[in-house]
């Protein structure tokens, strides 16, 4: 069975950091891109940023880039997000989300920027 | 990807079908010949979850009065008769290139 469990939220001020992690189990984590996507308060879904399965390679939302960066460890079939600089904006429940057949998702983990 | 759904509210009838459009700015086919659109629906408090994957496969558990069709840049999710628990926002997803989302639709009973 595929489990996706993020970790790592909670409330930071603004210009603070977080790392966000996801621990992966039940399928071959360093075969499959990996997203993170978040979901602000009453609010629609918005892709962050990927990484392809070797962690050579990602890519970002244009609010995310320079700010957020994603790292994965296969030996750990874990992901991560870290997340500098954040804003108000960055408040939201972030998503660890498999490129499978079929997708997958966790619970996700609310990040709250304010002061 | 821009992801466009229609209606964003959708009143319906318990008992009645409901239908909800989805058109991608560009094919979703991706090149080793699938098409990785699929459709979430969320309740208020919870995360999104699955429905269908992959155009027309319905994920694990799903009820059968949820249908989808499409191919290309056109899509289309289609509950035979709504029931109470179907309320909720529904929202297509593609990842064939990178990972976006529709704005949602909001499903309600009249």
């Known amino acids: 069975e595929v489990q996706l469990v993020e970790s790592g939220g909670g409330l930071v001020q603004p210009g603070g950091s977080l790392r966000l992690s996801c621990a992966a189990s039940g399928f071959t984590f360093n075969t499959h891109w990996m997203s993170w996507f978040r979901q602000a308060p009453g609010k629609g879904l918005e892709w962050v940023g990927n990484i392809n399965p070797e962690g050579s390679g990602s890519n970002y939302v244009d609010s995310a880039r320079g700010r957020l960066s994603i790292s994965r460890d296969n030996a750990r079939n874990s992901l991560y997000l870290q997340m500098n600089s954040l804003r108000g904006d960055d408040t939201a429940v972030y998503y660890c989300?498999?490129?499978?057949?079929?997708?997958?998702w966790g619970q996700g983990t609310l990040v709250t920027v304010s002061s | 990807i821009v992801m466009t759904q229609t209606p964003l509210s959708s009143p319906v009838t318990l008992g009645q079908p409901a239908s909800i459009s989805c058109r991608s700015s560009q094919s979703l086919l991706h090149s080793d010949g699938n098409t990785y659109l699929s459709w979430l629906h969320q309740r208020p408090g919870q995360p999104p979850r699955l429905l269908i994957y992959?155009?027309?496969n319905r994920f694990s558990g799903v009820p059968d009065r949820f249908s989808g069709s499409g191919a290309g840049t056109d899509f289309t999710l289609k509950i035979s008769r709504v029931e109470a628990e179907d309320v909720g926002i529904y929202y297509c997803?593609?990842?064939?290139?990178?990972?976006?989302f529709g704005q949602g639709t909001k499903v309600e009973i009249k």
């Open positions: 989300f498999v490129h499978g057949r079929p997708p997958y």
């Open positions: 997803m593609q990842f064939t290139i990178s990972l976006s």
């Open positions: 992959e155009i027309s």
